[in-house]
């Protein structure tokens, strides 16, 4: 993770009014990523390390459709599986994850995604932010998965100032009320995916740049003046 210049944790209730904030503009925030079931999901999260969501979900649109189940993915083979996903970053040792996780899967769960963190994450290719994706999402647990997005957002604004993921993490299911605990990792995810961005966050249409600590504010960027006609 980048380093992030350290600024004081915000107080209570600016905590809860920037939840509030998300809550009223997107009550019920939904993931990018494209998946039909728990399996489907957690292949889609292994394969986004290092790559956007919709390059994922043009290369997962093929290999779902032949492979939904991991008995279908064992079944392809990890060289049909590479082939399938080769424009990915990193797509021959995520291809070798995808195949062997899917037989763990078999071996161990009946087929079945637990909806257990220590057991997701004795899955090949599968670490603790992936694991939380996977919760969170499909299984409607409380975790939130700190991708580089959600470590800036973090530590930018007050909410999480810490060093490490697992710190802001922590921090994080410390001081966000419990009624927005399930939507916090979509929230913060997308609010630093498309306005607190990493090199030119747009201060000027933030929804909740009034309690943030981030400074200086980005200015709104000048309109250039229109060439005279005449």
């Known amino acids: 993770m980048p380093a992030i210049k350290k600024v004081k944790s915000l107080p209570k209730?600016?905590?809860e009014a920037i939840f509030a904030r998300f809550a009223e503009i997107e009550p019920e925030p939904k993931g990018e990523l494209d998946y039909s079931s728990a399996f489907t999901l957690l292949v889609a999260v292994v394969l986004s390390a290092q790559a956007t969501d919709v390059g994922v979900n043009k290369a997962t649109k093929l290999l779902f459709q032949v492979a939904p189940t991991p008995a279908a993915m064992v079944a392809l083979g990890p060289q049909r599986i590479e082939e399938l996903v080769r424009t990915i970053g990193l797509f021959r040792t995520?291809?070798?994850?995808?195949y062997a996780l899917s037989q763990l899967l078999l071996e161990r769960h009946g087929g079945e995604v637990p909806a257990d963190r220590e057991a997701l994450e004795a899955l090949p290719g599968v670490g603790r932010k992936t694991?939380?994706?996977v919760l969170?999402?499909?299984?409607k647990q409380p975790a939130i998965a700190v991708d580089t997005h959600l470590f800036r957002v973090s530590n930018r604004t007050g909410l999480a100032p810490a060093?490490?993921?697992?710190?802001?993490e922590q921090i994080l299911l410390k001081v966000i009320p419990a009624p927005y605990l399930l939507h916090a990792h979509h929230w913060l995810i997308l609010h630093g995916r498309y306005i607190c961005k990493a090199r030119k966050p747009e201060c000027w249409r933030c929804p909740i740049a009034q309690w943030?600590?981030?400074t200086p504010k980005t200015p709104m960027p000048s309109v250039p003046a229109a060439?005279?006609?005449g």
């Open 13 to 15: 209730a600016d905590v």
């Open 94 to 98: 995520k291809a070798k994850n995808v």
């Open 131 to 133: 694991a939380n994706v």
């Open 136 to 139: 969170n999402i499909f299984f």
């Open 163 to 168: 060093k490490t993921p697992l710190a802001v």
């Open 212 to 214: 943030c600590r981030f």
């Open 227 to 229: 060439k005279h006609q």
